[in-house]
């Protein structure tokens, strides 16, 4: 995988997960992220680039940062 051509929306590029940081794409980032009980960042990015609000990745938080923003993401799932 050519790591400047991967997909991820992450900025974080300290982490260690980031595919940018290896050749193992996304695994390892869902995986830790699957064993913390967290959401990645990118489905956080999916639905406003704007995070800097979100504090924790819980699934809880994501819940309440959807219903917060569903209504922008919504139009702008539909302009397209």
């Known amino acids: 995988m050519e790591r400047e051509r991967h997909f991820c929306t992450c900025t974080d590029f300290g982490c260690e997960f980031n595919p ?5 794409g996304c695994d390892p980032c869902i995986k830790s992220s699957l064993e913390d009980e967290e959401i990645p960042t990118c489905f956080f990015r999916k639905i406003s680039e704007d995070i800097s609000e979100v504090k924790e990745f819980t699934f809880e938080d994501f819940t309440n940062f959807f219903l ?12 397209k």
């Open 68 to 79: 917060k923003h569903k209504e922008t993401y919504l139009k702008k799932k539909k302009e």
């Open 20 to 24: 940018k940081n290896h050749s193992n």
